[in-house]
């Protein structure tokens, strides 16, 4: 299909009603997350995002950060962050590990793999940087908003 076919069939679309859709998640997440908060008739959700990895790139929270919504990413590779704070300033961006409950001050293990996307806690064969990474309840009561919806 030629360019300019292209660009009148989506200017066509447009018209009609059918916006595009654009999705940075790595399998069109953020399109359910958005699609999921209209239903539910919530349209500034704040988000929470574990792992957060990268500003953009397979992001499920980049589309409402994009659209004036606010929230929390949590990325716990100390070479990842940076970009959060240059990409996402208005988001709270934190370089922190995080667990499920509480382990009384027991060290967790972080593995930092080639790819980063893939850096998790406790993943055999990877060299660990040691993290203390509090509950995520612990930090959500802390950083949260009480009028966060």
Same mark, same amino acid.
């Given at each position: 299909?030629?360019?300019?076919?292209?660009?009148?069939?989506?200017?066509?679309?447009?018209?009609?009603?059918?916006?595009? $859709?654009?999705?940075?998640?790595?399998?069109?997440?953020?399109?359910? =997350?958005?699609?999921?908060?209209?239903?539910?008739?919530?349209?500034?959700?704040?988000?929470?995002?574990?792992?957060?990895?990268?500003?953009?790139?397979?992001?499920?929270?980049?589309?409402?950060?994009?659209?004036?919504?606010?929230?929390?990413? =949590?990325?716990? $590779?100390?070479?990842?962050?940076?970009?959060?704070?240059?990409?996402?300033?208005?988001?709270?961006?934190?370089?922190?590990? =995080?667990?499920?409950?509480?382990?009384?001050?027991?060290?967790?293990?972080?593995?930092?793999?080639?790819?980063?996307?893939?850096?998790?806690?406790? =993943?055999?064969?990877?060299?660990?940087?040691?993290?203390?990474?509090?509950?995520?309840?612990?930090?959500?009561?802390?950083?949260?908003?009480?009028?966060?919806?």
């Amino acid at each position: 299909m030629g360019h300019n076919l292209k660009l009148r069939a989506r200017q066509w679309l447009v018209a009609k009603g059918f916006a595009p $859709n654009k999705s940075y998640s790595q399998c069109g997440e953020d399109l359910l =997350i958005r699609f999921l908060f209209d239903l539910l008739r919530v349209s500034r959700p704040s988000y929470i995002d574990l792992g957060a990895h990268h500003p953009s790139y397979l992001s499920n929270t980049k589309k409402l950060y994009s659209e004036g919504c606010r929230g929390i990413n =949590i990325e716990a $590779n100390p070479a990842l962050i940076a970009s959060f704070h240059r990409h996402r300033s208005k988001d709270l961006n934190l370089n922190i590990g =995080i667990v499920a409950e509480e382990r009384d001050g027991e060290t967790v293990e972080f593995y930092v793999m080639n790819v980063p996307a893939l850096s998790a806690g406790r =993943i055999f064969g990877a060299i660990p940087p040691p993290t203390n990474s509090p509950p995520v309840d612990t930090v959500l009561s802390a950083r949260l908003p009480a009028s966060a919806p």
